[in-house]
């Protein structure tokens, strides 16, 4: 596609409620990235994708967390049981390397919870 | 290990005024800097980069120096105006395994006319 592409754009979501955020990165890039952005706070790493490689997963704060990248290009982060410190943008990045290439981001999703 | 060290904000300017943001890094190996803006209420979008040492990224007026010996890649801009506002991002991308983006913790910009 012409760029990565996240759904939904705003999620509101009830305490205890799994959500699930999708990313379709660009064609092509094998490369795809998570992170968080809490209000007023840098980006968070929470995993990466690269190519047939197992994902670093090194990020993910807790278990309730967890992704996964079907086909080497769609992407879905899951949130289970979510808690009201889950709220945050999540943004989604792909690359067309995983050396030394500049990364695509998305347009983000905004996780509230209520 | 790798990391940025950004430095931090907010930073308020008059529109004209000079700009410096400063970045430094730790890394293994030869990365590649970046610096990426992101505007009220959008994504990240890349402002420039460069990928060896000397090297000088521009864009929109925006300049920074991949410096080896200080291992440093500050922001410049001369003349800031009002929509350079955003908060910029520096970071470094290198080979290997892993997580192989490292983002600095960003530093807020307001320019006021």
């Known amino acids: 596609g012409a760029g990565v592409s996240q759904s939904p754009s705003n999620k509101v979501t009830e305490k205890g409620k799994d959500v699930e955020l999708r990313c379709d990165p660009i064609?092509?890039?094998?490369?795809l990235y998570w992170y968080r952005q809490s209000l007023g706070q840098g980006l968070e790493f929470l995993i990466y994708?690269?190519?047939?490689?197992?994902?670093?997963k090194s990020g993910l704060p807790s278990d309730r967390f967890s992704a996964e990248r079907t086909g080497g290009s769609v992407s879905t982060l899951t949130i289970q049981r979510t808690q009201q410190e889950d709220s945050a943008v999540y943004l989604c990045?792909?690359?067309?390397?995983?050396?030394?290439?500049?990364?695509?981001f998305g347009q983000g999703t905004r996780l509230t919870v209520v | 290990g790798n990391s940025v060290t950004q430095m931090e904000g907010p930073v308020t300017l008059s529109e004209e005024a000079f700009l410096t943001i400063n970045c430094t890094y730790t890394?293994?190996?030869?990365?590649?800097l970046f610096w990426y803006v992101q505007y009220p209420g959008e994504g990240l979008q890349l402002l420039l980069k460069?990928?060896?040492?000397?090297d000088k990224g521009s864009n929109k007026g925006f300049e920074a120096t991949y410096r080896k010996e200080t291992t440093s890649f500050h922001l410049e801009k001369g003349s800031v105006q009002v929509s350079d506002s955003a908060v910029y991002f520096c970071?470094?991308?290198?080979?290997?395994?892993?997580?192989?983006?490292?983002f600095g913790t960003g530093t807020s910009l307001t320019v006021i006319p």
């Open positions: 970071a470094l991308s290198t080979a290997g395994t892993g997580n192989q983006f490292y």
């Open positions: 994708f690269q190519g047939n490689s197992a994902p670093d």
């Open positions: 064609s092509g890039h094998t490369a």
């Open positions: 990045a792909s690359s067309l390397r995983h050396t030394n290439t500049e990364a695509f």
């Open positions: 890394a293994t190996g030869y990365p590649s």
């Open positions: 460069a990928t060896k040492a000397d």
